[in-house]
């Protein structure tokens, strides 16, 4: 069934460049609420001894003033997971009597007026981000962004582009290639989107005050909590922030390829949504949103899967793609694993970088609308009910069982596993990227192959079943692992070089603060009139 996947993985082999599949990056960004000693969302400000969120690339904010994001530069697996640790480790020396609560969907919600917005300072840039969440809120709700999640950004390196272009004979500009095949790899992550949930979905259960009265299909776990009997991620399905709210306005980003996906956001972002415009812009001399167009800015819309390119110096990120091409591709649907202080793990991580080469190897013609219906209800069905007995999910127009779809994606992942484990293994693999050669791809994948024969072995199931024995509901489930996780940060060796690095940097990101607003010319009118007009 993947025969091209093998054809091309053999070409790395038999030219000896297989150490070029385990020289990937790997970035981390985890997103986790701040609470206070009772597990309600925390209304203190962004500690200053912790940055400015606006300009320190480490610890920042991202919708809420109370949800803290944690970034790690582009690097190994290893080293990911490592300054992921630290800057966990800097953070609770400066919390004081504050937790980062431990999962995705948090608790003790007073409301939308509990939930404080992001605030980046007077600069213009900080107005702007702090508005376009204001916007947020007026469009979706405040409560939908709050919601935490981690995203797995990755990137091949430019020695494996090139020789993957040589095996393949392609002679257009590297750039191009390079787009063309992050693309393919986007829409083989969409068909098979709705794997990530199932394997790694830890959000079965939600907080009663998460949904505030409203109705829900959820079922009643006990007095706080409600559930679904077999979801894996209530974050990724119809109670989170999701694309379901396009089918309203009308945006559909296109997959085909670098310039449709450009154009296709690009409309969104230039064309007004009579819903948005009964919202307003400027209303008693506040603004409400950056304006009334279908998207606010390219970063509302929200997928899956996005294709990255780092902006510089105030650049459109739909421009820095058009001119510099795809830079990484970030994957957006992990829930943060509850049971994990990072968040994440490194068998996760190994299956994901697997993953990421099943994806780019295999064949990925064009996505058409009815495609594009079934990936949108196959993530759906997963996320509410993807440890169902006999579930079926649509593929190609043919219902198909999800068990047997994961089992034959996982089959043919094998070799790639193989592959990447004997790659590290190789003599000087270790010193050609860093690597320490404990993860081991293949266990990563039995790992998985257990939870999708036995669906009791994925998270969700395990968050269930451990609140039952322990007589919890989700909020004192959530807040007793919160408390686990802060001891095991508390509890670790002092690092001085770490702890010095992270300081520095947040004394650097005030000084920048400052100076962008010293150094602001234009009123904020003319700068959005002004990053608006580029390109």
Request: aromatic share 10%.
């Amino acid at each position: 069934m993947y025969s091209l996947i093998q054809k091309r993985l053999q070409k790395f082999i038999q030219s000896g460049e297989e150490g070029l599949l385990c020289a990937g990056h790997v970035g981390l960004e985890k997103e986790s609420l701040r609470v206070d000693s009772e597990g309600s969302l925390a209304q203190t400000p962004h500690a200053e001894i912790l940055g400015a969120a606006l300009t320190n690339p480490y610890i920042t904010t991202d919708y809420s003033e109370a949800l803290l994001e944690l970034i790690t530069p582009p690097g190994d697996m290893s080293e990911a997971t490592r300054f992921m640790q630290q800057a966990h480790q800097f953070v609770y020396t400066n919390l004081k009597e504050e937790l980062l609560w431990a999962g995705s969907m948090p608790c003790v919600l007073a409301g939308e007026t509990s939930i404080p917005l992001a605030r980046y300072g007077k600069s213009n840039a900080g107005n702007m981000k702090t508005v376009y969440r204001r916007g947020l809120g007026y469009r979706y709700g405040r409560v939908m962004q709050v919601i935490a999640g981690v995203h797995f950004n990755y990137s091949f390196s430019d020695e494996f582009w090139q020789a993957f272009q040589k095996h393949e004979k392609d002679s257009q500009p590297l750039k191009d290639f390079i787009a063309e095949r992050y693309f393919g790899l986007l829409r083989n992550l969409q068909r098979i989107g709705w794997l990530i949930p199932y394997l790694f979905g830890a959000s079965p259960a939600v907080c009663k005050s998460f949904l505030h009265g409203q109705e829900t299909d959820l079922e009643e776990f006990d007095a706080s909590t409600y559930y679904g009997p077999y979801a894996t991620s209530l974050r990724m399905g119809d109670i989170g922030y999701q694309n379901n709210k396009e089918n309203e306005v009308g945006v559909k980003a296109n997959y085909d390829g670098l310039e449709s996906y450009i154009d296709s956001l690009d409309c969104a972002i230039e064309t007004s949504c009579p819903r948005y415009e009964k919202i307003g812009v400027v209303v008693d001399g506040t603004y409400r949103q950056l304006n009334t167009n279908i998207l606010q800015i390219e970063n509302e819309y929200y997928s899956t899967v996005r294709p990255k390119q780092p902006p510089v110096d105030g650049e459109k990120p739909m421009l820095a793609l058009k001119r510099r091409g795809v830079k990484y591709i970030e994957l957006r649907s992990l829930d943060v694993n509850i049971f994990e202080p990072l968040g994440v793990n490194e068998p996760q991580l190994c299956f994901l970088e697997s993953l990421m080469f099943f994806c780019l190897l295999d064949d990925s013609p064009s996505i058409n609308d009815i495609e594009r219906i079934e990936i949108d209800q196959n993530e759906m069905l997963t996320a509410h009910r993807g440890r169902e007995p006999g579930l079926n999910l649509m593929r190609c127009g043919k219902e198909v069982l999800l068990k047997q779809w994961a089992g034959e994606i996982l089959s043919g992942m094998k070799e790639i596993c193989e592959t990447l484990d004997g790659a590290e293994a190789l003599d000087g693999a270790e010193a050609q990227d860093g690597r320490s050669g404990e993860t081991n791809y293949m266990s990563s994948l039995m790992a998985q192959q257990a939870a999708v024969d036995n669906p009791e072995q994925t998270p969700s199931a395990k968050i269930l079943a451990e609140m039952r024995e322990q007589g919890e509901g989700f909020y004192h489930f959530a807040r007793r692992m919160a408390e686990q996780h802060a001891k095991y940060f508390n509890d670790l060796p002092e690092n001085d070089e770490a702890m010095r690095l992270f300081k520095t940097e947040a004394q650097k990101s005030l000084q920048r603060q400052k100076e962008m607003e010293a150094s602001d010319t234009l009123s904020f009118d003319e700068y959005l009139n002004d990053y608006f007009s580029q390109g």
